[in-house]
């Protein structure tokens, strides 16, 4: 996230990042891909809040937005916008790319490790799905997803994008693999993420030919 957020200092805005329970300088070991994250992004949320910032914008990549969208409809977080990098549309459809990819059979597999993981860490891994959080989502959104994602599909990414209420774009980038946008699109991601914070979304915005951004459904 590094890169992101000098992408973001450069822009003009501050970026305040976060490492995830178990993950990166935090304590532990676990995760529950999003889920439990959330309240992570709630605790920072308030954090910045109550120390008097009032603009506040959320932006997350895979598990990272999962969390985000959870933070969004269930937990009263209320961001001016939020910018979402390829989460997956339910739990299930994430563990299952993942034996794919290791050549695991999805059944019986796929259940026992949903229910299994969630035993262990206490949550129910089949009410985790990021198409059913997009409902409750009012606020001003930015999608993103790459077309050389492997993880997760662009009919997820439809799937999510059809059930946000309020505004949004949606961005895809032809040289996008699942996150780190920068990598491979560097000026089609900072083009796209720098118009979605500077210009007021509405139903007939326009953006120059080259952009990637779509217009709202």
Avoid at 85 to 101: D, K, W, Y
Avoid at 131 to 148: N, S
Avoid at 200 to 215: A, G, R, V, Y
């Amino acid at each position: 996230m590094i890169e992101a957020a000098e992408a973001f200092n450069e822009m003009g805005y501050s970026a305040f990042l976060v490492d995830f329970m178990g993950s990166g300088g935090s304590d532990g070991n676990q995760t529950t891909i999003g889920y439990d994250e959330a309240k992570n992004v709630t605790d920072v949320f308030n954090y910045l809040h109550q120390r008097g910032d009032k603009k506040i914008m959320l932006y997350g990549c895979s598990m990272g937005s999962a969390a985000i969208m959870k933070a969004v409809a269930e937990k009263s977080v209320h961001p001016t916008k939020i910018m979402l990098e390829c989460p997956f549309a339910t739990m299930s459809e994430a563990v299952g790319v993942r034996l794919s990819s290791m050549k695991v059979p999805q059944y019986p597999f796929r259940p026992l490790l949903m229910f299994w993981g969630g035993v262990q860490n206490g949550f129910n891994a089949f009410s985790h799905n990021p198409e059913d959080y997009a409902k409750q989502i009012t606020i001003p959104t930015l999608m993103m997803y790459g077309k050389r994602d492997i993880r997760v599909t662009l009919e997820e990414t439809e799937r999510i994008y059809n059930n946000l209420p309020g505004k949004k774009q949606l961005a895809i980038f032809e040289n996008g693999g699942h996150g780190r946008y920068l990598d491979r699109c560097k000026e089609e991601w900072i083009r796209d993420i720098r118009a979605f914070l500077k210009v007021s979304i509405t139903p007939s915005q326009t953006f120059s030919p080259k952009s990637c951004l779509t217009s709202p459904l």
